[in-house]
């Protein structure tokens, strides 16, 4: 036992931040996998990125209120998704979710300019900063850990299909637009949940990175999403214990080590690709 | 009225604002059409981004914002062009590049704010601010934005073609993946451009807020990229005189961001092109 303690830096696990800062990291990093399999399976990257960065807006503008910052998150997160949802869409859904970006953004930018708030407070939201987790805060989301879990349990099955073959799930009574929103709304609730862990900027990362990362190597959605969750608990674990280490910012970490799976996965099925043609071949 | 704009225009450092944001919104407004057509917002949003990284780096090294973000932007846009030939794989890997970019982006920020004590420089960075624009970054800005005009006229032909009808234009030896190429060269210096006058994060607003709403109005695409182009330089002036005018607005007296006036009068005009039910003459072309 004192030979493993001693491979890690003092107080990694023991000090009550980063007891806070495993709970939190952890309950994230399966929100995000989870909700980042349909992420993948859709498309969907954009919503992924512009939904918790539009939310930042919510976090600001509760800042200058004096109100809570997670409610912000929260009611920002899940408005730029209804948003999105709302506008019409028929080729380029990027359209959508740029414009209810922009707006959330202009609404940041007006709200901070308002507020003068003190700078890196708006930074470690930016950026995240796992110092800062309170055990509240680890209770919401742990909270929204559950509701995550029970929403993708309840539509797992509609979900799936509607990504894979929209039209089939639209002819078998699963409607295209209600998915849609449904969709997006998980997203907000995977986005309100990581904020203040991984901050605005970044949350997407690890919604994208793992899941894009599993989709080249599962074989089935159960697989995938299995092998995307264990690949984003990985990157938070490997993040924190960097980000303990070095003071350096999380988010930083939790880019590099998922593009660092993500490039991995991508060799993976190259070298599965290579020899499948080679047995074809012999 | 008059006095109001006497003083707009008495003040250097709102002449500067009005002079390079207005080439920054031609720019922007000409090339968002084809980002419209083409259905490459989610490109045109990261590679604002994907340049800040650029900026924050030259930044460290000393050099001129400008130059971090357009480099950086041009490779980014050529890289998000290179990976993945599906859509879907396309979206992903611009997902990750992006990632990846705004992290190192996060670390540089972090390095920044360590080194000089203020979030002055990274703040500006990400949210831009138009009145403290460097003057002397007018010649490049003209420069490049010459570039990427020049650059759309050369491929306008053939890029209307592979953009409204990709197989025909391929199977006809259109050289569709280098007009493509191409095609991100001028988008990213467009987008980097806004990014440094209008702010990362905003310039996603010029590009497509405008463009999106000309597509819906104009009959051909030349006449959405001039419409275009005339309503995102019309978006930056009035936002520029909103703002200045709202320093003596409440609370405080400080003025109001430039990027949130752009932000909603572009909101606006999406939405009210939204409103009327005229067809879409170029959707309509596309489909023959």
């Known amino acids: 036992m004192q030979v493993f303690g001693s491979l890690f830096p003092t107080g990694l ?29 859709r498309g969907a990257s954009f919503a992924a990125h512009a939904i918790p960065r539009a939310s930042f807006a919510g976090a600001a503008g509760a800042v200058l209120a004096g109100g809570d910052t997670l409610l912000g998150l929260a009611v920002f997160a899940a408005l730029s998704a209804l948003g999105m949802a709302a506008l019409p869409q028929r080729r380029d859904q990027g359209q959508a979710t740029a414009l209810v970006l922009m707006a959330s953004l202009g609404l940041g930018a007006l709200f901070l300019s308002l507020g003068q708030s003190y700078a890196p407070e708006v930074y470690a939201l930016l950026f995240g900063q796992i110092v800062g987790i309170s055990r509240a805060d680890v209770m919401a989301i742990l909270g929204l850990l559950l509701l995550a879990l029970l929403a993708s349990a309840l539509l797992y099955r509609p979900l799936l299909w ?14 295209r637009r209600r998915m849609d929103t449904l969709f997006l709304l998980l997203v907000a609730l995977a986005a309100t949940a990581a904020v203040p862990v991984v901050g605005a900027l970044l949350s997407f990362s690890l919604m994208v990175g793992p899941a894009a990362a599993a989709s080249y190597v599962g074989r089935s959605p159960g697989q995938a999403i299995a092998v995307a969750i264990l690949v984003s608990l990985l990157s938070v674990w490997f993040s924190l214990i960097f980000a303990y280490d070095t003071g350096l910012p999380v988010g930083f970490f939790v880019a590099a080590v998922t593009a660092v799976f993500y490039a991995l996965a991508r060799l993976w099925a190259w070298l599965v690709a290579i020899e499948e043609t080679q047995r074809g071949a012999a | 009225m008059s006095s109001f704009l006497a003083s707009l225009l008495g003040s250097p450092a709102v002449t500067a604002a009005l002079l390079i944001g207005s080439m920054v919104a031609v720019t922007s407004g000409a090339v968002g059409v084809f980002v419209v057509l083409r259905a490459q917002s989610f490109a045109g949003h990261a590679l604002g981004d994907i340049g800040s990284t650029g900026a924050a780096a030259a930044y460290l090294v000393g050099l001129a914002p400008l130059y971090g973000f357009i480099s950086v932007g041009v490779i980014g846009g050529l890289a998000i062009e290179g990976l993945g030939n599906r859509a879907r794989e396309r979206d992903i890997a611009t997902g990750i590049v992006l990632s990846l970019m705004l992290g190192v982006g996060a670390l540089l920020l972090y390095i920044l704010t360590q080194r000089s004590n203020a979030t002055g420089g990274p703040v500006s960075i990400l949210f831009g601010s138009i009145f403290t624009v460097d003057p002397r970054t007018a010649l490049p800005v003209a420069l490049f934005s010459l570039a990427a005009l020049l650059l759309m006229l050369l491929l306008y032909r053939p890029l209307v073609y592979a953009t409204l009808n990709p197989q025909a234009a391929q199977a006809r030896g259109v050289p569709v993946t280098l007009l493509g190429a191409l095609f991100m060269v001028a988008l990213a210096i467009a987008v980097e451009e806004s990014a440094l006058v209008a702010g990362a994060l905003l310039s996603t607003a010029l590009l497509i807020g405008p463009a999106a709403a000309a597509v819906r109005w104009a009959r051909s695409v030349g006449q959405a ?14 936002g520029i005189a909103l703002a200045y005018q709202s320093y003596v607005w409440p609370p405080g007296h400080r003025g109001w961001p430039v990027s949130f006036f ?16 005229r067809p879409r003459v170029i959707a309509r072309k596309e489909a023959t």
């Open chain 2, 262 to 277: 752009i932000v909603m009068l572009v909101l606006a005009e999406y939405l009210l092109s939204r409103l009327g039910r």
């Open chain 1, 13 to 41: 696990f023991t000090q009550p931040f980063m007891q806070n800062a495993w709970i939190a990291g952890s309950a994230v990093a399966v929100v995000s996998a989870l909700v980042g399999f349909f992420v993948v399976l």
């Open chain 1, 162 to 175: 509607s990504s894979v073959a929209p039209d089939v799930a639209a002819a078998k009574g699963v409607p």
């Open chain 2, 225 to 238: 990229m001039v419409l275009a182009a005339a309503l995102s330089w019309l978006t930056v002036i009035a």
